[in-house]
């Protein structure tokens, strides 16, 4: 019996039709495999996944094969997104085991949860020296009904290989100038001068680590972290990778050039680039960052809200490409012919130019995907614009890819970060509203009244997994931005209950912290990866969390632990900076106070809302802004900073501290702006 029915995971529901008898991830499968005196097969996937999607039609939709697999077999299949801790502990035992890993992920674990036979796709007959999946399933039944005692030993072995690994955190204290200084060496060791980000092909956005070379240029003026950060940005805003018709990005491109993407568009990436495009804006003034950023943060609106406010995960790689066939790509791609079935002929010679569609195609079979391949020639700025959306309007009446609409709470919260500063920069205050519809949403069904976060939700139930560090983390993140750019204190509130949470669940000895909490369910290991991945990871998102927190509002304990948490990126910084770009960030925030900016003055008022904007835009690394009425001493603050800040002989004013030395108040806007970038 397929028992995944009734789940809120739209990847766990793909499968509820497959002849195997899949469980969720549970004690009751793993009961069941003791109970039957057989192996687990643990298959882990997400819903977006290409390759997921695949195996599960070459595979888990054929009967033969379903049958082998429900005879010798417990089949535990898990939404990576949705259990990210069960994902890191069997994915760094399959890394650890074979030097690589990747979606879908197999493993085959004893009825104790440990892991004896590691894989990820594996096709249904033997290809390029892979086995087929039959001859794995066979292999691994031959093994468990046979030799049973070398099963257990490797099981044991690896275990204790995964128990003893211990994590370095640099000794004494967060990282300094030397630290940082040597980070910077290190990415410009990796940087691709000709095609702008870092490493070679597969190429991901680097979001997190421009985030931390505009935070170095803004403290120091370190001229090659800004251009590193304009020209990774400028090549995956003209590449294939960019939504040059309906904004947003892809997942990552396939190629050094930026030119092919992998289609799938996640909502985590969307909203860490949106933030990180609107603040290349704040820092440089480039139209095209402004676009962008915009762009993206419409896209996130347009295709990826749900009903109940919040954001949805992902849309899939692939879509119909009109003949029944799921193909990835589909939905993108161009051929000449199909622009002049749009456009007409002179249009579509225009558009392939501008574009970059050529006959042979860019992508496959003959099809192209849409670049901005031109230099900074001149064009007809309103052909452009009429092309674009007669095509975005052609392109919308293709099959769409389809949508996974679980809503997870930390990439819920990155995108309310990203909408509420972008909606702030740009004044845009419908992208600020969304944002606080999602953060009501998160409150509402994702947050119970201790304060406990669940990780997901769909249709507005909430899900049964529990959240982790980064949820925690990422969550707060959003609603302290949030809370800057609104003035609402409640938002300040609510961050600080999260992280109260966090010092309570997830700290352990010297700064270190877990994936999980104290009380979580117990795996052969708790997760702990201070590394960031395709987003901050839950370490380095609380630490820069708990060291905003304690800027609004004193807390000694909170920037304690933010700076302890520090400890991992002095030790990883300098050796791997590619890794931990969110860390170096928030280190760049730490070494520069952060700067705590007060501004006060009547709601509504003209001169009060110049100083807010002024505060926003200031490019002083990791700086908090509380706005607010003016408040004297014996009154009671809705921001702590704002409490003994009166007016200025009536006039609203803005009072900026850092390290515990405060500026004089001023009530003028462009005194402001260099308090704020002014490298002291």
Not at 269 to 277: I, P
Not at 508 to 529: C, F, K, M, S, V
Request: with cysteine; proline share 5%.
């Amino acid at each position: 019996m397929n028992r995944l029915a009734g789940v809120t995971s739209p990847y766990l529901l793909q499968h509820a039709d497959n002849p195997v008898d899949w469980w969720p991830w549970g004690p009751e499968a793993f009961a069941e495999a003791r109970r039957r005196d057989v192996p687990v097969l643990l298959s882990v996937g997400y819903s977006a996944c290409h390759w997921c999607h695949v195996m599960a039609h070459e595979s888990f939709e054929n009967e033969a094969t379903a049958a082998y697999l429900n005879e010798h077999f417990v089949s535990v299949k898990v939404d990576r997104e949705e259990r990210p801790d069960v994902d890191a502990v069997y994915m760094e035992a399959v890394q650890a085991a074979t030097g690589q890993g990747g979606w879908p992920m197999t493993v085959f674990l004893n009825a104790d949860g440990e892991p004896f036979y590691f894989g990820t796709y594996f096709p249904p007959a033997p290809r390029n020296g892979m086995p087929s999946f039959r001859q794995v399933l066979e292999g691994v039944n031959s093994a468990w009904t046979e030799r049973r005692d070398e099963v257990a030993e490797v099981a044991g072995r690896i275990v204790a290989e995964l128990a003893g690994r211990s994590l370095a955190h640099g000794g004494e204290g967060p990282p300094g100038e030397e630290e940082l200084a040597q980070a910077l060496l290190g990415l410009t060791r990796d940087y691709d001068e000709k095609y702008g980000g870092f490493g070679g092909a597969p190429k991901f956005p680097a979001s997190m680590v421009v985030e931390f070379l505009l935070r170095h240029h803004a403290r120091t003026g370190a001229e090659g972290a800004l251009q590193m950060a304009s020209d990774t940005c400028e090549a995956m805003a003209r590449g294939g990778i960019y939504d040059q018709l309906g904004g947003g990005f892809a997942r990552y491109s396939v190629d050094r050039e930026w030119v092919v993407p992998h289609f799938e568009k996640m909502l985590y990436d969307n909203a860490l680039l949106c933030r990180t495009y609107a603040r290349l804006w704040r820092a440089t003034g480039s139209d095209l960052a402004r676009r962008v950023a915009l762009e993206t943060a419409d896209f996130m609106v347009r295709e990826l809200r749900t009903a109940e406010g919040g954001f949805a995960s992902a849309l899939d790689a692939d879509s119909d490409d009109g003949s029944g066939r799921h193909v990835e790509g589909a939905y993108y791609a161009w051929t000449p012919e199909q622009l002049t079935d749009v456009l007409g002929a002179d249009d579509a010679e225009f558009a392939a130019r501008y574009y970059g569609v050529t006959e042979e195609g860019t992508f496959e079979k003959g099809a192209s995907v849409l670049q901005l391949p031109q230099g900074e020639g001149v064009v007809d700025a309103a052909r452009v614009e009429s092309v674009r959306q007669r095509l975005f309007a052609a392109r919308d009446t293709r099959p769409r890819p389809e949508r996974d609409d679980k809503v997870v709470a930390a990439w819920n919260g990155l995108a309310i970060a990203a909408l509420a500063e972008t909606g702030a920069y740009f004044e845009r205050p419908d992208l600020v509203e969304r944002a606080t519809e999602a953060a009501d949403l998160l409150v509402r069904v994702h947050m119970d009244e201790t304060a406990r976060l669940a990780r997901t939700s769909k249709d507005g139930r909430v899900g049964a997994n529990a959240g982790v560090l980064e949820d925690y983390g990422d969550v707060a993140e959003g609603f302290l931005a949030l809370a800057s750019v609104t003035g609402e204190g409640v938002w300040l509130d609510f961050a600080g209950f999260l992280l109260d949470t966090v010092l309570a669940q997830f700290v352990g000895e010297g700064g270190a912290l877990y994936d999980t909490a104290h009380d979580a369910e117990p795996l052969i290991r708790r997760p702990q990866d201070p590394t960031d991945n395709a987003t901050p990871s839950g370490w380095t998102s609380a630490a820069g969390a708990l060291l905003s927190y304690a800027a609004h509002t004193g807390s000694e304990a909170h920037r304690t632990a933010a700076e302890g948490a520090l400890g991992v990126v002095k030790a990883l910084g300098p050796r791997a900076p590619r890794f931990i770009g969110w860390g170096l960030a928030v280190a760049e925030a730490l070494l520069d106070g952060p700067r705590e900016v007060a501004v006060v003055g009547p709601r509504g008022d003209a001169a009060t809302a110049e100083l807010h904007r002024t505060a926003l835009l200031g490019t002083a690394p990791g700086a908090v802004v509380a706005v607010g009425e003016g408040q004297h001493a014996d009154d009671e603050a809705e921001f702590p900073l704002l409490a003994g800040r009166p007016l200025v002989e009536g006039r609203p004013a803005a009072y900026v501290c850092r390290a515990f030395v405060c500026s004089a108040p001023t009530t003028e806007a462009d005194v402001l702006g260099r308090q704020l970038t002014v490298r002291t």
